[in-house]
């Protein structure tokens, strides 16, 4: 979560042309990239953009969000099966799911893990 950008997250199998088609999408939905994290093991991506929209803002409307989630869920029924967008989805649940309690236990950051840029 961020109090200055709206935060995406994509989790996905890898193939040639994702990461444009992801960015395209974004920018498609008049939205700026601030920052973008792209993480690749093995044939598995995990990219997190921080964007902003019009004028700079954070996007919180929930009909831009929808919008945004339409979109790319469209950018994935292209090239995966239901099956596929599945397994996706449960990734990416797991990930939120870990990510949510390491954060309410408060676990220590590691010393070498990059920290992104306060505005």
Known sequence: MSDFY????VTANDRPGLLYDLTHTL???????????ATTVLDQVADT??????????VTEAQAV???EDALYEQLRAHFDEEQ???LLILA???HAISYFANG??????PWAARFPQP
């Open 27 to 37: 920018a498609s939905q008049d939205l700026e990239i601030f920052i973008s994290k």
């Open 85 to 87: 967008i599945g397994e």
């Open 93 to 95: 649940g797991w990930y």
């Open 6 to 9: 709206t935060v995406v997250d």
């Open 66 to 68: 929808s919008r945004l």
């Open 105 to 110: 236990m408060q676990t220590a950051r590691e």
């Open 49 to 58: 953009f921080y964007v902003k929209g019009p004028g700079g803002k954070k």
